[in-house]
């Protein structure tokens, strides 16, 4: 399984921050029947979270997270122009 791992704040509106894991494949072993989940991170730390995975998955690859967001960085969204001299 491969999965990535970040903080978010306000989810669903909620004033915790969460630990998001988002695999590959279903996470069935933490009774979850999607590819997320999300854990208070005030209950627990990244290295603990870490350690979860690892012994529900073991051999699991934490890869880094791709935000498809800003697919083209190098061109803004809006036709900038030059200022006036």
Not at 32 to 45: D, E, G, I, P, Q
Not at 53 to 59: D, F, M, R, T
Request: hydrophobic share 35%; aromatic share 14%; glycine share 2%.
């Amino acid at each position: 399984m491969k999965y990535s791992m970040y903080l978010k704040h306000y989810v669903c509106k909620s004033p915790y921050p969460y630990y998001i894991v988002q695999a590959d494949e279903d996470m069935t072993k933490f009774h979850v029947w999607s590819c997320r989940k999300t854990f208070n991170a005030w209950l627990h730390s990244e290295a603990e979270m870490i350690t979860m995975i690892e012994a529900k998955y073991p051999g699991a690859q934490r890869i880094k997270r791709m935000d498809n967001s800003r697919r083209n960085s190098e061109m803004p969204a809006r036709m900038t122009y030059p200022a006036k001299p």
